[in-house]
């Protein structure tokens, strides 16, 4: 129902910055969407949340990222960014774009409140020493 779109991942520098863009889109009109995040993931490891905003809250982030990205939303867009800057080696992971509840209108426009999760292909943010 909802496809999320990552973009904006690449190879950096230490010390470089990258910022990804996120834009939830469907079939359905998409009225409010409740959390948007990023989430990370290295090959072996658990994925492990890196920022989350939820819609008008105050955005929680993971201690290594604290100080150094920044999660910005634009819901006239449902797009979520991720500004990303001092990256270092161990950044390097896919990022995940996450969206979590919210309400959307069926054709006859019915509002329908949910609390689905869904994610995003991942993009690769790289780091070179």
């Known amino acids: 129902q909802v496809q999320l779109v990552e973009s904006g991942g690449g190879l950096v520098q230490t010390g470089g910055s990258l910022r990804l863009s996120c834009t939830a889109s469907g079939a359905i009109k998409i009225s409010r969407i409740d959390d948007m995040g990023w989430y990370r993931q290295i090959p072996g490891k658990q994925r492990e949340l890196v920022a989350v905003a939820g819609s008008g809250a105050t955005p929680n982030y993971a201690d290594s990222v604290k100080g150094r990205f920044t999660i910005s939303r634009d819901n006239t867009k449902n797009t979520v960014y991720l500004q990303m800057g001092s990256l270092k080696p161990e950044d390097t992971a896919v990022y995940y774009c996450?969206?979590?509840?919210?309400?959307?209108?069926?054709?006859?426009?019915?509002?329908?409140?949910?609390?689905?999760?869904?994610w995003g292909k991942g993009t690769l943010v790289t780091v070179s020493s």
């Open positions: 996450y969206a979590k509840g919210g309400t959307y209108y069926l054709p006859d426009d019915t509002p329908v409140v949910h609390g689905m999760e869904f």
